[in-house]
Structure formats: structure tokens, C-alpha cells
């Protein structure tokens, strides 16, 4: 087997399939370095309690099981973990009305404790929130996702499970009864950066260019495996019909075009809007980026200025791409690709709908306070009119204070470089329909959330509604994190778990906001849909 993809979700799992078949032989790729790269090792750490979400929806259902697993193994397995309790505050009537809307549904969940606070009630769980109306679950707690997923990795390690960093999956050729992957290595200065990742998981990566016989593959004899592999490579225009034509990278290929236009097209769209006026300043520096990369489109990667460019910083010029080569035949590949999600499902001749529209999560932090100031988690009420416009205070493991998520469209599906950008996302992004229908429905209520984007003090103005005495010269940018938001083509954002097969291949196409909550019951649904495949 193989698991594409060294996230929270692939990880479990890979942990999954090695309780359910100890003699599975178990490969995971990832082209980063080490696990939790990108958005697993990119949150504030909130451990979902379930209050918002829809009673008996599968989300609330994989929610509960999620919490019966989760806690009870990072307690096992030593993950930093603290229960500190959440409070919802609304500052106002529409606000507090659907505070309650939020409580009818936390009562019909069975969220433990779960209680309405009156005006004079909230000081006494958090002295320093002001509002009309809280929404306090007191069992909601914060966690280490970025050791919670080197944990699990020790599971798959220790049950014999192998992982290939710095190695990027391009494509897959799904046959009857097995698929082929094919990749590329990743040279380690191109491999993502994951600052949240887990200290030491680096000191465990597996670069080697080794055969799918020693690394998990479909379990036949490792020198018989290199020789059909080798003829699989020779005899590459002489596959059988059941073997899909071979697709392109999944590295943005799209991007080949210019896109210098988009500041154009938003000002044609949205001209006349005052959100729009507000931050039409910034597409003057998004047009000369562009313009700047489309001079320089020669295809290579990024440079360290965060644009892509020909050469190196010093200027010269990179050398060229590691050749795609078969990493090996197995008989179950479960992709939990996330941002690069919808592109995977493509290069597999799955369906290209629905897209992932990259949104960049900026956090900021402030040094440890006196507990008065926050406590646990103090939230805004979620608008499902402004879906990005959810913030809050958290207080982290260590104590110091996680501000935000303070969320816009992004600029690069793994760009975590303030001033970085990739010229095949932002064109990706462009030409998605469905993005510019979610734009223009959204786009009453985007007047709200401009300005916090473009100033760090009006975001933290925003926060100070409900936490008048934090102290805005404390705050200072933190962690960054792009989120995988998953799309229709009508534009609706899609919140729930969803899967493609194709023959032994299964992609995981969305996942529930909170999925890092319910990483284990979703592996469980995961395993669960990938075998049944395999039966069949």
C-alpha cells in the first residue's frame, strides 16, 4: 500500500491501515521534508468540541468519534494536550441570535457542559471578555497537531510502515488491480519549508531512489519488481488499455500562461465596491509580481524572493528537474493530498471539480500574559454570510497568546513567505468559475475583512471587541498557514469529507474544517472506502 501525503489525515491513515493488516507493507510520500508541512502543522491548536456543527450530520458524527479516539491516545502517547474551554461572544442582537442558534445545536450534539452566559455571567469565566451574549463549552481544549502527527508516525514506523520524503508524487496509472506511481525527487533546497513541523521527524527522511519492492510495494520479489519496472518504463507507449494517458505534473503546470490581467479582471468585477476601493492598492504590487514572473517563464520553481525566476538568488541558473521515474506498483494508494488535492485527482483522470482555492491563515501572537487576560479560547460567532471572518484569542501551550486566523485568498498554494507568491496557483485561482461566483455572493460582506487583511492594527482592533485590554504594541506576526478550501463550480465551499475512486486508488478531496480533531475517526472512514474499492 501507499499513502500519498505526510499530513495529519495521511498519517492516520497509514497508522490505520497497519492496525487493521499488520502485513501490510505500507509506503508514505511526501515531497516536504518531514510531517505536518503545511496546514497540519499550521493551526492555532483548537480541539473542536463540536458546537456549530448540524445534529446527526456525518460531520458531527466523525466530530464525537473523534474526540473518543483523540484523547484518549495523546494521553497515551505523551502529546501535549490541555483542556481549557471555549466562550463564543456576540456583540450584538443578530450576533447573539445565532449564539443561539450555535447552543440548540451544541444541546442536540451532547456537547458536555455546553451553556449560555448572560452579559454579567462571562466575566466570571473570562474576567477580561466583554460582550451581549457568550456561548461557553467548557471542554474544548487546545493540542500539539504537529506532534500529534509524529506520533502516529512512530506508530507506522514501529509496525514496519516506510516513509520517502523529498519526493514529490506527478501522477498514477490505475490499472485492474493495482497502481503504478510515478515521481520525481525533490532537490532539498526546493522541498517545503514546514516550520511547524515536529523537531527531529528531518533526522528520519528517506531520500533514497529505492524500488517498490523494498519500500512497500505490491510485496513481489525486489529484484523481479526493478526488472518489470524497467520495461514498465521501456514499454511506457504500449501500456494496456485500462492504463489512462500520461498526465502532466501536478507542479502548476496550468500557469504556462500569463496572467498579468487579474488586476484588470478583479477591478471589472468589483470596481465599484468599497471593499474593493479599500484594498485596490495592493493589486498595483500583484500586477508588477506577475509581470516580473512572466518575464522570467522558464518553469522553474520559486526563487528566495518569493517569485518564480530563472535562477538562483545569485543568478545562476538552476539545473534542470529530476526526470520522472516510477516509484512502484502497489495494490491500495489512498492520496490525502490537500492543497494539491484537486491536481492529483486530475493527473489520475478523476474529475477536476471540485477545486481547491488556496486561503492563507495568518496568525499573530502575543508573549505570555497574566491568565486574566485569556484564559482558554475566546471566539467571534461564526457568519456563515463572511465564512472566513471567524477569529480568536487563544492560549497556547505555552502560554503565550495565538491570535487570528486573519484569512485571504492566497497568493500560493504553499507560500508562506509574506511577500512570496506562485505564479501557477494565483492563475489557478483566476480561472476557477467557481471562485468568482463565491466572490461576487460574498461580496457584500467582504467590506468587513479587507481592511484587517492590509493592516495588522485593524485586525487587532477587531479582536479588541471582545478583549478590550489586550495590548496592541504585544502583538506580533506569528505562524502562516494556507488553507485547502475545497470549491464547487457553482461556488459553494464544501465542508464535509469527500472521496474519489478510481480502481485501487482513492483521493480524499475535502475534509471538515476540524478535521485535525477528527484525524482518527476520518482515517477510519478513509480505510474503510479504500478497501471496499479493493474488494470489488
Request: charge should be negative; charged fraction near 30%.
Amino acid at each position: 500500500m501507499a499513502v500519498v501525503g505526510a499530513g495529519i489525515l495521511g498519517v492516520a491513515a497509514a497508522r490505520e491501515v497497519t492496525k487493521r493488516f499488520p502485513d501490510a507493507e505500507i509506503t508514505v510520500f511526501d515531497k516536504a521534508e518531514n510531517v505536518a508541512a503545511h496546514q497540519s502543522g499550521h493551526t492555532s491548536g483548537i480541539v473542536d468540541s463540536g458546537l456549530g456543527q448540524k445534529p446527526d450530520s456525518a460531520e458531527a458524527k466523525l466530530t464525537r468519534r473523534g474526540l473518543e479516539l483523540l484523547i484518549p491516545y495523546m494521553a497515551e502517547a505523551g502529546v501535549p494536550y490541555r483542556e481549557c474551554g471555549q466562550l463564543l461572544i456576540a456583540q450584538n442582537t443578530d450576533e447573539a441570535e445565532r449564539l443561539e442558534e450555535i447552543f440548540a445545536r451544541a444541546k442536540d450534539n451532547e456537547v458536555p457542559g455546553a451553556r449560555l452566559l448572560e452579559r454579567h455571567e462571562i466575566g466570571a469565566v473570562e474576567p477580561a471578555a466583554r460582550g451581549v451574549l457568550g456561548l461557553f463549552s467548557p471542554h474544548a481544549a487546545i493540542a500539539d497537531f504537529s506532534a500529534l502527527t509524529a506520533a502516529l508516525a512512530s506508530d507506522v514506523r514501529a509496525a514496519g510502515g516506510t516513509f520517502r520524503f523529498g519526493t514529490e508524487v506527478t501522477g498514477f496509472d490505475t490499472m485492474s488491480n493495482e497502481v503504478r506511481l510515478r515521481g520525481r525527487p525533490v532537490p532539498p533546497e526546493e522541498s517545503p519549508a514546514g516550520e511547524g513541523a515536529p523537531a527531529g521527524e528531518s533526522d528520519q527522511v528517506d531520500r533514497g531512489a529505492n524500488t517498490a519492492g523494498e519500500r512497500g510495494g505490491s510485496g513481489k520479489d525486489a529484484v523481479d519488481d526493478r526488472d518489470r519496472r524497467d520495461d514498465q518504463v521501456h514499454d511506457r507507449d504500449q501500456r494496456d488499455d485500462q492504463v489512462h494517458d500520461r498526465p502532466r505534473t501536478y507542479r502548476g503546470e496550468e500557469g504556462r500562461e500569463p496572467v498579468i490581467g487579474i488586476a484588470d479582471e478583479l477591478r471589472d468585477r468589483f470596481g465599484q465596491q468599497d471593499w474593493f476601493k479599500q484594498a485596490e492598492s495592493t493589486l498595483g504590487e500583484w500586477t508588477q509580481k506577475v509581470s516580473d514572473a512572466w518575464a522570467n517563464r522558464d518553469g522553474s520553481r520559486l526563487g528566495d524572493s518569493g517569485s518564480r525566476t530563472g535562477g538562483t538568488p545569485g543568478g545562476s541558473a538552476r539545473s534542470e528537474a529530476p526526470v520522472e521515474e516510477v516509484l512502484g506498483t502497489f495494490d491500495i494508494v489512498i492520496v490525502c493530498a490537500g492543497l494539491q488535492a484537486d491536481r492529483l485527482a486530475v493527473s489520475a483522470g478523476l474529475d477536476a471539480e471540485p477545486r481547491i482555492v488556496p486561503f492563507t491563515s495568518d496568525f499573530y501572537r502575543s508573549p505570555a500574559t497574566d491568565t486574566e487576560v485569556v484564559r482558554g479560547i475566546i471566539g467571534s460567532v461564526p457568519d456563515p454570510q463572511s465564512p472566513f471572518a471567524e477569529t480568536s484569542i487563544v492560549r497556547g501551550l505555552d502560554d503565550g497568546l495565538i491570535l487570528g486566523p486573519n484569512t485571504f485568498v492566497a497568493l500560493g498554494r504553499e507560500s508562506y513567505d509574506r511577500h512570496g507568491f506562485d505564479l501557477a496557483d494565483i492563475t489557478s485561482t483566476a480561472r476557477s468559475k467557481g471562485f468568482w461566483k463565491f466572490a461576487a455572493q460574498t461580496a457584500k460582506t467582504a467590506a468587513r475583512g479587507v481592511k484587517p487583511i492590509v493592516s495588522k492594527t485593524a485586525f487587532v482592533d477587531g479582536i479588541r471587541r471582545f478583549v478590550p485590554e489586550l495590548d496592541q504594541n504585544d502583538v506580533a506576526p506569528g505562524a502562516r498557514g494556507v488553507r485547502a478550501q475545497a470549491m464547487t463550480a457553482e461556488g459553494e465551499l464544501i465542508d464535509e469529507l469527500t472521496m474519489t475512486r478510481r480502481g485501487r486508488l482513492t483521493v480524499v478531496r475535502s475534509v471538515p474544517k476540524w478535521a485535525a480533531t477528527s484525524a482518527l475517526a476520518i482515517a477510519e472512514t478513509i480505510v474503510d472506502r479504500a478497501f471496499e474499492n479493493a474488494a470489488r
